[in-house]
């Protein structure tokens, strides 16, 4: 079963703060986040492997609670360059080592 | 360090033939895995190997297949192909586990 992410589309100008969550109905051990821009490769942002962790890369940061079986990606002060459709996933849940990814989540930041 | 490197790119297919999609990983990345990504399903992972094992496999038919080399280039087969399975095919390497590395993908349309 796919994380499952909210919400599917934001839209915002330059400047503004952004969240996208992820959940998930079985137990998560880890959650990777990546941001795909169109035509190219997904690349890595984040990797949370404890309930509770946060972290951050530049003025994007995540939060993971393992309890809620939940993380959020958090997007602050939003740059152009932040454009793309973001993904979370996990390679393992419940009592799986499937890689599975939500279907993502498309940010577009305006001038 | 070269990326990963997927082969070919683009191509078109008719229903019924076969493809082959190749993929490079990282230099010393011994695990790879592939993953479909189209519109409505997001990234769904195929396959997994590591050191020419397979590790994980996704719920796909058996149509779909893989292999890797003693050199941990991979490759990917699909046969009787269906207009279903156009796509995007990406492939991705990590050293063991964590932090995936893609490619830019191989774009299969099957008419």
């Known amino acids: 079963q796919q994380p499952v992410q909210s919400p599917q589309a934001v839209i915002l100008r330059e400047g503004e703060d952004a969240v996208i969550n992820c959940s998930s109905s079985k137990a998560l051990y880890s959650v990777h986040w990546y941001r795909q821009k169109h035509g190219e490769a997904p690349i890595f942002l984040m990797i949370?492997?404890?309930?509770?962790e946060q972290k951050g890369h530049d003025k994007i940061s995540a939060s993971f609670n393992e309890k809620k079986q939940q993380s959020s990606l958090y997007l602050t002060a939003s740059q152009l360059s932040y454009s793309g459709t973001y993904f979370c996933g996990t390679d393992k849940s419940g009592g799986s080592y499937i890689p599975t990814f939500g279907r993502g989540t498309s940010l577009i930041v305006h001038p | 360090k070269a990326g990963v490197t997927q082969t070919p790119r683009y191509l078109i297919k008719t229903r019924g033939q076969q493809v082959t999609l190749s993929c490079s990983p990282i230099s010393g990345h011994r695990s790879v895995s592939w993953y479909q990504q189209t519109p409505g399903q997001g990234l769904q992972f195929l396959f997994e190997y590591f050191s020419e094992t397979q590790r994980n496999k996704g719920n796909f038919p058996g149509r779909f297949s893989g292999r890797q080399f003693s050199n941990s280039r991979s490759e990917m087969n699909v046969s009787t192909l269906e207009l279903g399975d156009s796509a995007l095919y990406l492939c991705?390497?990590?050293?063991?586990?964590?932090?995936?590395?893609f490619g830019e993908g191989s774009r299969l349309t099957v008419l």
């Open positions: 949370l492997l404890k309930g509770g």
């Open positions: 991705a390497s990590r050293p063991q586990q964590g932090e995936l590395f």
